[in-house]
């Protein structure tokens, strides 16, 4: 069969409008001349790195426009402006993206064709901005694109690091970590605005004073901001991601310059600047550095007061206070707090209305509660920030006092609702006085906030029945549901133009701003036409992946197999090991008899292990032993494979959800907060496997669960066998295909080399499995054997597919911002579009 390139397909797609020969021509030139005078200069010979940044350069030229008249707009309409607050923005390339925000695609193809240069080459050699870790850093980078797509004057802050979340090798089948050098050869998105630095003040000491209390001795670091355009689509509103980076101040330690040591004190500049130097790659464990929370500290601290000078100057071009008053700043400033790690944004904001800006106290906490909202991202405890009091007490001494106070003040509020009751009110208290006296940062955000969200609505019902049952209790009103979603631009539009393009001719491009049309499409589901058309992309997306696959791996994989992908995250709780225990098991059938019919499957999981995890470590390395095995074993030939992506990121996740048939999704019912890459999955027409727990249950509910795979405990069940008592051994003994797995993990059948080195997995699956493995394990193989089945039956798999793509509508994170915007932050979105530069407002 052959495969049309991407460029190809994309050159096909109707919604990226008409390549005028003019705008071609246009393209051309600018390109040229970036080549010429920005980049190569004094050098003979362009590299094709030069024509990449010459090629960023032009589409830039397209956005810088639009950029300088949407902030124009903002400041001359002055509307309720949205800040979105969040340590991570995981945003992958920009280069396409924008280009199809910006619908230039189609003619910035054309042009580069007509030069003899490959636009898809050019695209790879962009750097992901990998600045986050997961589901999280993902979630807000596409949130900034619904913002803007849906006309919202929204901001996004947070942290320029240096390196973001490391490089993943496997070697010898073990992970090892790189920096991430992602800034290695520059960044030709961002934008240095140094003449809006900041300072941020850390330790010194708080002092009375007639006029109140005085944070002084204190040292400085400076906060530098870098603007990011964010284009909507379609619509030439371009809004702003500013990022903050380290910087020293001049007179820096200058007691080493007096005493004669300056290249000491040159140094010691790097000690301030270490801040914004490297993303913390936790995901969902809370480590509690000091440089951990100085990072929270700096990009609060810096972005709340560009929050209050961007409040008292509302004019365009204006830098003198209009606003002198703080009364009508929740009509003004919605804050946004992206998880407990910039809850800080609630003491500092208090800090800044209190002892800068001389509001009474009851007025400041007011404005802060009515300005701040938070949307809390998991329930596991390990991940809850709790920060010592005396590492505050020494960082943020001012902080720490006002952190005592609206615990006093909440807690006074507690026992009047409730007198007498101590349990409850040492359970609400903001600081844990168990051991080391700590701040529970996730009850300082309910309190502090006048809205708290769950991310789906199974996650946003446990939290009002589990860790925030008293606040739900005291404050119903506050707690929302606001299930998570994926722009459809990114997600279908930019890496499956292939399905794109049949949807389009089916049901017009509205859907790319309006997904929930997709429902349209449920009328072809049992189209035999149509089911032809969305298979052969489908198979087309899977030669493409299986030759990535090939070129980097050197493996062969049957592109008729199914692709059964996880990729996420390698974390306990969402139980890569149960799908590894699934490959042990159809191997083991395979060996026992080699020639019963079998639906051939290529089982890929990928995904990052944070540093100092050593379980999921094991994981990734028991991944690869019986990789190792598996696909070595003539036996078995092409009907099983099992590989591990490498460096799974952004960039390769664009290239892998067009090309999955079956998702993996099988976390232990009440762990997994949301998840989206479920979405990404449905949305390019894969089919889930996966347990009832996070979005997966909407999925269901949308798609019926007649077109998914369903299996395992629900919450419910997992209570309750909790509360009995949870044994392995029960289902070690009943099921001896279980049993021959973890005997042959345990004994080093797949570790020959090294016999017990995979000795403690299977220790803790038997003996310290909090998350039930073995207890989902019948279900979870009965509900592949269906897989399989049903794969054979392919007109009845096709008819899934579309169902499925037909029902992922209301995964949009259109909707989700809709919700946030209207129900949370006090706005309405707006669909309609600004003018283009050029035209007359």
């Not at 090798?169 to 290695?184: A, H, S, T, V």
């Not at 800090?351 to 906490?365: H, M, N, S």
């Not at 795979?709 to 066998?721: H, S």
Request: with cysteine.
């Amino acid at each position: 069969m052959s495969v049309q390139t991407d460029s190809e397909k994309r050159k096909q797609i109707s919604v990226r409008g008409i390549v005028a020969v003019e705008n071609v021509t246009e393209v051309k030139k600018a390109f040229n001349r970036h080549v010429h005078y920005t980049l190569v200069k004094d050098r003979n010979v362009a590299t094709p790195r030069d024509y990449y940044f010459a090629l960023a350069h032009t589409v830039r030229d397209h956005l810088v426009s639009r950029w300088i008249r949407t902030q124009q707009f903002y400041y001359e309409k002055d509307p309720k402006r949205v800040y979105y607050l969040s340590l991570e923005y995981y945003m992958g390339r920009s280069l396409q993206n924008t280009m199809i925000n910006l619908g230039i695609q189609g003619t910035v193809d054309e042009a580069l064709y007509q030069l003899g240069l490959d636009i898809e080459e050019l695209e790879e050699l962009e750097e992901d901005a990998g600045l986050g870790n997961g589901g999280l850093g993902r979630l807000a980078a596409c949130f900034l694109d619904s913002m803007a797509t849906l006309g919202l004057a929204a901001y996004g802050y947070g942290i320029r690091y240096e390196y973001g979340i490391f490089a993943q090798k496997i070697e010898n089948g073990e992970q090892q970590e790189e920096p991430d050098d992602w800034l290695r050869y520059g960044n030709p998105w961002e934008k240095a605005r140094p003449e809006y630095m900041l300072p941020v003040n850390f330790y010194g000491r708080v002092v009375d004073t007639p006029q109140g209390k005085k944070w002084v001795d204190t040292q400085v670091v400076f906060a530098m901001p870098y603007d990011n355009p964010i284009p909507g689509y379609n619509n030439n509103v371009v809004n702003t991601l500013r990022l903050w980076s380290a910087k020293s101040p001049i007179d820096f330690n200058l007691k080493f310059f007096n005493s004669g040591d300056y290249i000491q004190a040159v140094l010691d500049r790097n000690v301030a600047e270490n801040i914004s130097r490297v993303l913390y790659p936790n995901d969902n464990f809370f480590e509690g550095k000091e440089l951990r929370l100085r990072q929270e500290y700096f990009m609060c601290a810096a972005t709340l007061q560009d929050i209050i000078r961007r409040y008292k100057a509302s004019k365009f071009g204006c830098r003198d206070a209009v606003r002198t008053t703080f009364e009508s700043l929740p009509e003004k400033v919605a804050i946004q707090l992206n998880d407990t790690h910039p809850a800080l944004a609630i003491p500092e904001l208090l800090r800044i209305l209190l002892d800068i800006e001389k509001v009474p106290y009851e007025e400041a906490w007011n404005l802060v509660v009515k300005c701040c909202a938070y949307t809390n991202h998991t329930v596991l405890p390990e991940a809850l920030e709790r920060w010592p009091c005396s590492m505050l007490e020494n960082v943020l001494p001012r902080h720490m006092q006002l952190i005592y106070h609206i615990n006093f003040l909440h807690l006074q509020e507690v026992q009047k609702r409730w007198p007498g009751d101590m349990d409850r009110l040492r359970r609400m208290s903001l600081i844990e006085e168990e051991g080391e006296k700590r701040v529970n940062m996730a009850n300082l955000s309910v309190v502090g906030s006048h809205a708290v969200n769950g991310v789906a609505a199974i996650h946003s019902d446990i939290l009002k029945k589990t860790i925030f049952r008293d606040f739900f209790e005291m404050w119903p009103e506050k707690f929302q549901n606001k299930t998570n979603g994926i722009t459809p631009r990114r997600w279908l539009l930019l890496c499956n133009p292939g399905l794109s393009d049949l949807i389009c001719d089916k049901i017009g491009d509205d859907w790319t701003v309006h997904l929930e049309k997709l429902q349209q499409l449920k009328r072809w589901a049992k189209d035999p036409a149509f089911q032809r058309a969305v298979m052969k992309v489908k198979q087309e997306n899977k030669l493409r992946l299986a030759a990535l696959i090939e070129r980097d791996t050197g493996i062969k994989i049957n592109p008729a197999s199914i692709f059964d992908i996880q990729v996420k995250r390698i974390h306990e709780y969402k139980r890569q090991l149960l799908n590894i225990l699934h490959v042990i098991t159809l191997y083991n059938r395979i060996k026992r008899d080699p020639s019963a019919p079998v639906t051939p499957r290529t089982v890929m999981i990928g995904g990052k292990a944070a540093p100092g995890y050593y379980i999921a470590k094991q994981m990734i390395a028991l991944a690869c032993a019986v990789g190792n095995t598996v696909n070595n074993d003539p036996d078995v030939g092409d009907k099983l494979k099992l590989i591990f992506l490498e460096n799974y990121r952004v960039s390769l996740a664009e290239r892998i959800m067009p090309a999955a048939d079956l998702s993996e999704q099988i976390s232990t019912a009440g762990t997994e907060a949301s998840g989206t890459g479920n979405m990404k999955f449905m949305l390019n027409g894969a089919l889930t496997i996966g347990t009832m727990d996070g979005a997966n249950v909407e999925m269901a509910e949308e798609a019926g669960e007649n077109n998914m795979f369903i299996f395992g405990m629900r919450v419910d069940d997992v209570d309750a066998l909790q509360k009995r008592g949870y044994n392995a051994f029960e289902y070690y003994e009943r099921s001896p295909e279980l049993r021959q797995c973890i005997e042959q993990i345990r004994s080093g059948f797949f570790s020959p080399e090294a016999p017990g080195k995979f000795a403690h997995l299977a220790d803790v699956l038997l003996h310290h499995d909090r998350f039930l493995h073995l207890a989902d394990y019948d279900a979870y193989i009965q509900a592949q054997d269906k897989v399989s089945a049903v794969y054979q039956n392919s007109a009845k798999w096709a008819e899934m597919v579309i169902e499925n793509i037909a029902s992922s509508g209301k995964f949009s994170s259109d909707r989700t911002i809709e919700e946030y915007a209207r129900e949370i932050w006090g706005v309405e979105p707006s669909w309609e579009k600004l003018p283009a530069p050029g035209e007359s407002v």
